[in-house]
């Protein structure tokens, strides 16, 4: 079965980390850039990271730049998105996805892989 599939997230209080993890099933991951978008309730969905297929710089929405980190292992079959002192406003499911081509924030320039999303709460 081809899939991404994440793992990670939860609830924290303001201010606190947590990791999210997106693993390729059933087929290779480093020939695919990926993206993380949020989504919270009632809101546009947004784009957070992006970090292309063979790595390098990774792009991010100026309102997490500085407080997450993307990085992949491509012999892994992995990727993970490290998010630090996060804020309320961060909250909300969490998905990765693939692509092809240059980075990108905007969820259209994923086609066809998804992962299942994953829950972050901040909250005290």
């Known amino acids: 079965q081809v899939a991404l599939v994440q793992s990670g997230g939860g609830s924290v209080q303001p201010g606190g980390s947590l990791t999210l993890s997106c693993a390729a099933s059933g087929f290779t991951l480093s020939g695919y850039k990926i993206g993380w978008f949020r989504q919270a309730p009632g809101k546009e969905g947004e784009g957070v990271s992006c970090v292309l297929s063979g790595g390098g710089d990774p792009e991010y929405a100026e309102s997490v730049r500085g407080r997450f980190t993307v990085s992949r292992d491509n012999a892994k079959n992995l990727v993970t998105l490290q998010m630090n002192s996060l804020k309320p406003g961060k909250a909300g499911i969490y998905y990765c996805?693939?692509?092809?081509?240059?980075?990108?924030?905007?969820?259209?320039?994923?086609?066809?892989?998804w992962g299942q999303g994953t829950q972050v709460t901040v909250a005290s």
């Open positions: 996805a693939g692509g092809t081509g240059l980075c990108a924030l905007d969820p259209s320039d994923y086609v066809g892989r």
